[in-house]
């Protein structure tokens, strides 16, 4: 596909790759959804923002209310079942 493009552009594939990935976060909302830290963040500004990542990360629901242990399969003894 990329070749087709340069061939009908008259660009190298290397080009249309690189438009298309410089154009990918335009399209992926993941890319766009966090802010950025700021450039010398006092130690303050970092703690704050661990705590963040912190409490978004307590907020998720739990997908699996099973223990590490019965999860991987080991026993009370810490052999595998």
Do not use: Q, V
């Not at 594939?13 to 950025?36: F, K, N, Y």
């Not at 963040?52 to 699996?64: F, G, H």
């Amino acid at each position: 596909m990329i070749r087709a493009k340069a061939a009908k552009t008259g660009r190298t594939p290397e080009e249309i790759l690189r438009e298309a990935l410089s154009h990918a976060g335009d399209r992926l909302p993941w890319r766009s959804s966090a802010t950025p830290p700021p450039a010398n963040p006092t130690r303050e500004e970092l703690i704050a923002m661990m705590e963040a990542i912190a409490a978004r990360s307590a907020a998720r629901p739990l997908a699996d209310p099973r223990s590490i242990d019965e999860i991987i399969g080991y026993d009370d003894f810490g052999l595998p079942r």
